[in-house]
């Protein structure tokens, strides 16, 4: 996974007030969890730009003022329903030797035969949890969608892979290609399906009735 570098300044105070003044003065209050001890921290709005105004998904290095670094994930983020300024942010620490749970964005890769025939890529999953060690991770998860018709779909089990563990049922519909008013039939499977016909219409012999026997 991508990381990204954020320079902080550890707080002392907690309270509302501390709270209101590092907001304006243009500081985000954030608080990491999972450690040992909970950490409570601020930094400018602006350092988080590029983790919180992104598709993308990044570990994070909160780097302290007294030297201190320490790994994390967004965890959740609160914005003033008005402005939408960051409010606050909570951070989660991650470790090396455990494992973390995380919603990756999902991209396909290909072009479908049921869209190029006038069909509708139709998603239901633009995230998908899972969960792994963060080293192992990918920056987002591909799904080819080459072969999908008209009607078929894609599930989370066709983008399954050893470096995680994906954290919805088997059954989990990623996207879909809908039929449309200006889809046509796919050829190949017209082929195929005349094939089929000429196949059985050959192989049937005519039925014929037995000769009456003789007296």
Not at 33 to 54: M, R, S
């Amino acid at each position: 996974m991508k990381s990204l570098t954020i320079n902080a300044s550890q707080r002392e105070s907690v309270g509302k007030k501390a709270t209101k003044a590092l907001r304006n003065a243009g500081q985000v209050p954030c608080v990491i969890y999972g450690g040992d001890t909970i950490v409570h921290f601020a930094a400018p709005e602006i350092a988080f730009k590029n983790l919180v105004y992104t598709p993308d998904v990044h570990t994070v290095v909160i780097a302290l003022d007294d030297g201190t670094k320490i790994n994390v994930i967004l965890q959740d983020i609160q914005f003033h329903p008005v402005t939408d300024r960051i409010l606050h942010i909570d951070f989660i620490q991650i470790f090396d030797d455990k494992p973390i749970t995380i919603e990756l964005p999902f991209r396909t890769v290909g072009a479908s035969r049921g869209v190029l025939n006038g069909g509708v890529l139709r998603f239901n999953l633009r995230r998908i949890k899972v969960k792994g060690f963060a080293s192992k991770l990918p920056d987002v998860i591909e799904g080819n969608i080459t072969k999908l018709k008209i009607g078929n779909k894609l599930y989370v089990t066709d983008v399954a892979s050893e470096d995680f563990t994906i954290l919805h049922p088997d059954n989990t519909v990623i996207c879909m290609v809908k039929t449309s008013r200006t889809a046509i039939e796919d050829e190949e499977e017209e082929e195929e399906t005349e094939a089929t016909e000429a196949t059985a219409e050959g192989g049937e012999a005519p039925a014929t009735e037995a000769p009456a026997a003789e007296a």
